[in-house]
C-alpha cells in the first residue's frame, strides 16, 4: 500500500511541474497572437477574452490540484473540484462560441472548402474535453482513473499551445504543418504512457479512450478536405452558426 501511495505521489509531482511548464509555455505562445496587443486588445472581441480567461483558469485549476494533493489538503482539493462543475461547462461553452466565431469570420473570405478545412482544428476539441471530464468526475472515487482522465483534459489544449510554439520558433512558414506536428506529439505522448501502464500491467482503458478520442481529432485533420468533412462541417454551420 505505501509503494501504491508513494507512486502515486510521484505521478501527481511530475503532473504539478508539468502543468507549472505549461503554463508558462502558454504564455509564451499565445504573446505574438494575443497578450502582444495588451491593453488595448483591438481586433478581438469579448469571446477571446472569456475564452482566453476560462483556459488560463483551467490550466491553473490544473496546477492547484496535484499542488493540494502533495500537501494533502483534501478539503481544499474537493472544494476546487465542485468549483471546476461550473468551469468546465464554460470551458466547453467557450470552444464552442470561439469555433463559430472563427467560422463566421471566414465565411465569405475563402473558399468554403478552406473555411472547412480550417474548422477540422476545432470542431472536434469541445466534445474531447465534455469526454474527458465526464469520465474524470465519474470516476472521481477512483483516483487511478480520475487523475487519467483529467490529464486527457490537458491535450484538448495541448496543440493550441505547441503549435504556436512552433509557429514562433520556426516562422509561418511552417504553417498548416504546425497542428500536424502537434497533434501527433500529444499522441505519442498518450501512447507512451498507455505503453507505461501496460507495462505495469494496470488499467489501460483510460489512455486508451483519451488516445481514441485524440486520434479521432487527427483524422478529421487529415480528412478535411474530402467531402464527407465538409458537409458535416456545412450541416454545423447552417443549424447552429
Known amino acids: ?8 505521489d510521484v505521478t501527481t509531482k511530475v503532473f ?20 502582444h496587443y495588451f491593453p488595448e486588445f483591438h481586433e478581438f472581441s469579448w ?24 500537501k494533502k489538503k483534501y478539503k481544499t482539493h474537493r472544494l476546487i473540484g465542485k468549483i471546476s462543475y461550473f468551469t468546465a461547462p464554460l470551458v466547453i461553452i ?38 474527458f471530464y465526464s469520465l474524470a468526475i465519474i470516476h472521481k472515487k477512483e483516483i ?3 487523475m487519467r482522465y483529467m490529464i486527457g483534459t490537458v491535450f484538448t489544449i495541448f496543440g493550441a499551445i505547441s503549435s504556436r510554439l512552433l509557429i514562433i520558433i520556426f516562422g509561418p512558414s511552417i504553417a498548416f504543418n504546425a497542428f500536424f506536428i502537434s497533434e501527433y506529439i ?10 507505461n501502464d501496460l507495462r ?36 454545423i454551420g447552417d443549424s447552429f452558426f
Open 144 to 146: 487511478f482513473k480520475h
Open 186 to 195: 500529444g499522441i505519442s505522448i498518450i501512447v507512451l504512457l498507455l505503453l
Open 94 to 131: 467557450s470552444m464552442i462560441l470561439i469555433t463559430k466565431l472563427n467560422y463566421l469570420k471566414m465565411v465569405g473570405v475563402m473558399p468554403f472548402k478552406d473555411v472547412a478545412a480550417w474548422q477540422s482544428l476545432n470542431i472536434i476539441t469541445p466534445f474531447n474535453f465534455l469526454l
Open 1 to 8: 500500500m505505501k509503494q501504491k501511495n508513494k507512486s502515486y
Open 200 to 235: 505495469k500491467k494496470v488499467n489501460p482503458i483510460p489512455y486508451t479512450i483519451i488516445a481514441a478520442g485524440l486520434c479521432i481529432n487527427v483524422m478529421s485533420i487529415h480528412a478535411r478536405y474530402t467531402d464527407a468533412w465538409q458537409s458535416v462541417v456545412r450541416f
Open 47 to 70: 469571446i477571446h477574452h472569456v475564452h482566453g480567461a476560462l483556459m488560463v483558469s483551467w490550466v491553473l485549476i490544473l496546477i492547484i490540484q496535484p499542488y493540494l494533493i502533495l
Open 16 to 35: 504539478f511541474i508539468a502543468m507549472v511548464i505549461l503554463f508558462i509555455l502558454l504564455q509564451v505562445a499565445f504573446h505574438p497572437s494575443y497578450l
